[in-house]
């Protein structure tokens, strides 16, 4: 029954995991850039952007057409919701990556301040994150999405040992403050893409369980 | 003649008597593809889709002048034959109406007897099997040939209607409101049987139904007053409408 329209469904929920596998390359590519010193891999986050603007424009239409087409009700009403709303904070993420792109650029043109051990850690944290958000809608899984929310404590803290570490730096030698800078607002850039992994999360919540758990009381 | 066109529609009039039904209708009906007609009772969209197989040729007092072009040639052209014309170009109406005191296999098969060519039971049986299962009835139906078509149910019969328009292999479907007499699991059924017969017709539906031609059409045309007012794919006529009076239609202001 209805099986163009659930085709339709089908095609929607692929593409926002084409485009949220994208972002998670971006992210992954231009923090592996940074650590690991290559410069010619920012010019694959760039490539990447421009199939994740083309995807932001795609997934906005085609929920557009199937609630104008389809008139959809309940859990699909809500499904084409959420993947509006998820469609927004995966193209903020691939901003992000571009942020980072972009302080990696400058980063990469002088001698590094210390190795990078927090900030690769904090990357690996925030793409398992956006992984299990988008692993949780598709499999319409609230119990991984509230799972993968908890995580977003840890990439805060990690954030702010980022900033006490490289605020000692900064005081031990000013030289260091320009390039201590960068590394910092790359880390608040990854902090702001495990943000939108929990926005993600609660969408998916929402999606599944009917529930708004937005703007309340942090998880026990 | 191209190909990507079934229909072509130029300067299409139609009166009833005095009675102007039809003002200059151009439209281009797109080659497998389903268009839907849509608009307020009255506003001849069902006389329009009666005029693409002639089924007005014996209306008193209704007359037509324009073209519609199917196969390069105009079917107002005074050799076409209405019979072969309308086997080419089926309907499918609002009630369903399988003839009575006709088996469900009879029913289907009427078609393929009164159309000349010789056929062998076997072929015949072939032909229904194959039309029965494009209409998305032969699994329910495959162990009760012989039931009177008149027995099934509402949908049932509707799909029935549309496996014998089948049989004949036309290549354009007009469909009249198939699903208006119809429940929403019937409905939902005929609906999915459309879309699928898109690949394969040219599909041309009159629905009073706008989600219904927003879940099934390719292609709507706005019909106000005997006036197409627009005409364009349903992605956009449902999200973005170039006219003001299709917009206040189908956002339910007025009609």
């Given at each position: 029954?209805?099986?163009?329209?659930?085709?339709?469904l089908?095609?929607?929920?692929?593409?926002?995991?084409?485009?949220?596998?994208?972002?998670?390359?971006?992210?992954?590519?231009?923090?592996?850039?940074?650590?690991?010193?290559k410069?010619?891999?920012?010019?694959?986050?760039?490539?990447?952007?421009?199939?994740?603007?083309?995807?932001?424009?795609?997934?906005d239409?085609?929920?557009?057409?199937l609630?104008?087409l389809?008139?959809p009700?309940?859990?699909?009403?809500?499904?084409?919701?959420?993947?509006?709303?998820?469609n927004?904070?995966?193209?903020?993420?691939?901003?992000?990556a571009?942020?980072?792109?972009?302080?990696?650029?400058?980063?990469?043109?002088?001698?590094?301040?210390k190795?990078?051990?927090?900030?690769?850690?904090?990357?690996?944290i925030?793409k398992?994150?956006l992984?299990?958000?988008?692993?949780?809608?598709?499999?319409?899984?609230?119990?991984?999405?509230y799972?993968?929310?908890?995580?977003?404590?840890?990439?805060d803290q990690?954030?702010?040992?980022?900033?006490?570490?490289?605020?000692?730096?900064?005081?031990?030698d000013?030289?260091?403050?320009?390039?201590s800078?960068g590394?910092?607002?790359?880390?608040?850039?990854?902090?702001?893409?495990?943000?939108?992994?929990?926005?993600?999360?609660?969408?998916v919540i929402?999606?599944?369980?009917?529930?708004?758990?937005?703007?309340?009381?942090?998880?026990p | 003649?191209?190909?990507?066109?079934a229909?072509?529609?130029?300067?299409?009039?139609?009166?009833?008597?005095?009675?102007q039904v039809?003002?200059?209708i151009?439209?281009?009906?797109?080659?497998?593809?389903?268009?839907s007609v849509?608009?307020?009772?009255?506003?001849?969209?069902s006389?329009?889709?009666?005029?693409?197989?002639?089924?007005?040729?014996?209306?008193?007092?209704?007359?037509?002048?324009?073209?519609?072009i199917?196969?390069?040639?105009?079917?107002?052209?005074?050799?076409?034959?209405?019979?072969?014309?309308r086997?080419?170009?089926?309907?499918?109406?609002?009630?369903?109406?399988?003839?009575?005191?006709?088996?469900?296999?009879?029913?289907?098969?009427?078609?393929?007897?009164?159309n000349?060519?010789?056929?062998?039971r076997?072929?015949?049986?072939?032909?229904v099997?194959?039309?029965?299962?494009?209409a998305?009835l032969?699994?329910?139906?495959?162990?009760?040939?012989?039931?009177?078509?008149?027995?099934?149910?509402?949908?049932?019969?509707?799909?029935?209607?549309i496996?014998?328009?089948?049989?004949?292999?036309?290549e354009?479907?007009?469909?009249?409101?198939?699903?208006?007499a119809?429940?929403p699991?019937?409905?939902?059924?005929?609906?999915?049987?459309i879309?699928?017969?898109?690949?394969?017709?040219?599909?041309?539906v009159?629905?009073?139904?706008m989600?219904?031609?927003?879940?099934?059409?390719?292609?709507?045309?706005?019909?106000?007053?005997?006036d197409?007012?627009?005409?364009?794919t349903?992605?956009?006529?449902?999200?973005?409408?170039?006219?003001?009076?299709?917009e206040?239609?189908i956002?339910?202001r007025?009609?």
């Open positions: 029954m209805k099986k163009h329209y659930r085709e339709e089908g095609n929607l929920r692929e593409t926002v995991l084409r485009m949220g596998g994208l972002v998670e390359q971006m992210t992954h590519r231009a923090v592996q850039a940074l650590a690991e010193r410069i010619g891999l920012l010019a694959e986050v760039r490539a990447m952007e421009t199939q994740v603007n083309q995807l932001h424009i795609d997934i239409e085609i929920c557009l057409e609630i104008a389809r008139q009700t309940a859990a699909d009403l809500r499904f084409i919701t959420a993947a509006m709303k998820i927004t904070d995966m193209e903020r993420i691939g901003d992000q571009i942020n980072i792109t972009e302080s990696a650029e400058y980063l990469l043109t002088v001698p590094p301040v190795p990078l051990i927090d900030i690769p850690r904090m990357a690996e925030a398992e994150m992984r299990d958000a988008l692993d949780a809608f598709v499999h319409r899984n609230d119990e991984l999405a799972e993968t929310i908890k995580k977003d404590d840890l990439v990690l954030k702010d040992q980022v900033f006490r570490e490289l605020l000692t730096y900064m005081m031990a000013p030289e260091t403050i320009h390039r800078l590394l910092i607002l790359v880390s608040r850039h990854l902090e702001r893409v495990a943000d939108h992994a929990t926005n993600i999360c609660e969408d929402f999606m599944v369980k009917g529930k708004d758990i937005r703007h309340q009381e942090p998880l | 003649m191209t190909t990507e066109n229909l072509q529609v130029k300067d299409l009039c139609a009166w009833f008597g005095e009675n039809l003002k200059n151009t439209m281009d009906i797109r080659r497998n593809s389903v268009t849509m608009g307020p009772s009255g506003c001849g969209k006389t329009f889709i009666r005029c693409l197989n002639r089924m007005h040729d014996l209306t008193p007092g209704f007359r037509v002048a324009g073209d519609v199917f196969d390069g040639r105009n079917i107002y052209a005074e050799k076409i034959d209405p019979v072969l014309l086997r080419k170009v089926g309907m499918v109406f609002q009630q369903p109406n399988p003839f009575p005191r006709m088996s469900v296999f009879e029913n289907v098969a009427v078609g393929l007897r009164f000349g060519k010789k056929r062998s076997a072929e015949i049986a072939e032909v099997e194959k039309s029965l299962r494009m998305a032969w699994d329910e139906l495959k162990e009760h040939l012989d039931r009177p078509g008149t027995s099934l149910s509402g949908g049932q019969q509707q799909r029935l209607c496996a014998r328009a089948l049989a004949v292999e036309p354009v479907l007009l469909m009249d409101e198939p699903c208006s119809l429940d699991v019937s409905t939902a059924k005929i609906e999915d049987l879309e699928d017969l898109s690949a394969k017709y040219t599909i041309v009159v629905t009073h139904n989600q219904q031609a927003g879940r099934i059409s390719d292609f709507v045309a706005f019909f106000l007053l005997g197409l007012i627009e005409m364009d349903a992605a956009r006529m449902f999200t973005n409408p170039a006219d003001k009076r299709t206040e239609y956002t339910g007025f009609g």
